[in-house]
């Protein structure tokens, strides 16, 4: 299947300081792509979807604000935590298709601890 | 009506044994059913996928079955093995093609 690619993996941040996340589809171009969040032994929660050089949509409770979501490329896709606090701390998931109906394929997860 | 219903939340199957994970849903307008396996600290992985004009799905030893007017679909995974321990999720897709989860089930098989 597609391959979708998160970096980091793992990260570790000061309170206080904004993180980034990228979300990477490896062989093909992604018309859209959610951001997911995953608290332990959770489901996952869509944070976001975003589409190609548009503005992100939020899931109602997501402050746009404070997690910001760039869509630059069909292959790229980014979120910020900005401000980040000890309680943003979660499994962060993205996932991408290359059109719509498509297949929706997820990364493999990046675990942001905020200290 | 956007909700996802999953059970049990919890499962363990003797190996060889059959696991069934059962999802129903309100939302006569979800066009797709995939199910996702998520082992810890990973991202979640399509398992198996059917749409609502199908009644049933095999692939190896998962199978989806679908009842349409009951509007409910299980996973049905035949002789159950210790690497098939994880967290599955049931999904359906809805509009602008976002995926609303189940809330999952720990499945443990046991040697």
């Known amino acids: 299947g597609a391959v979708v690619s998160q970096h980091p993996s793992r990260v570790i941040c000061k309170s206080g300081t904004s993180v980034k996340i990228e979300c990477r589809s490896l062989?093909?171009?992604?018309?859209?792509m959610f951001w997911y969040r995953q608290f332990p032994k959770q489901s996952l929660m869509l944070m976001a979807t975003?589409?190609?050089?548009?503005?992100?949509?939020?899931e109602q409770g997501v402050e746009k604000d404070k997690f910001l979501i760039n869509h630059a490329s069909l292959t790229l896709s980014t979120l910020t935590v900005t401000s980040a606090h000890p309680e943003d701390s979660s499994f962060y998931i993205c996932?991408?298709?290359?059109?719509?109906?498509?297949?929706?394929?997820f990364g493999e997860g990046s675990w942001l601890t905020v200290v | 009506q956007q909700q996802v219903k999953q059970s049990p939340q919890s499962l363990i199957v003797q190996k060889g044994g059959i696991s069934i994970i059962n999802c129903a849903y309100e939302?006569?307008?979800?066009?797709?059913f995939p199910w996702y396996q998520q082992f810890p600290g990973k991202g979640p992985a399509l398992l198996i996928a059917?749409?609502?004009?199908?009644s049933e799905k095999k692939e190896g030893r998962f199978t989806i079955s679908f009842n349409k007017s009951a509007k409910q679909f299980s996973l049905h995974i035949m002789d159950s093995q210790p690497g098939d321990s994880a967290t599955y999720f049931c999904?359906?897709?809805?509009?602008?093609?976002?995926?609303?989860f189940g809330a999952g089930t720990r499945l443990a098989v046991h040697p």
């Open positions: 059917i749409r609502p004009d199908v």
């Open positions: 975003s589409n190609e050089g548009s503005k992100a949509t939020y």
């Open positions: 996932s991408a298709r290359e059109g719509p109906g498509n297949t929706i394929y």
């Open positions: 062989d093909f171009q992604a018309t859209t």
């Open positions: 939302n006569t307008a979800f066009d797709y």
């Open positions: 999904a359906a897709r809805g509009g602008y093609n976002k995926l609303i």
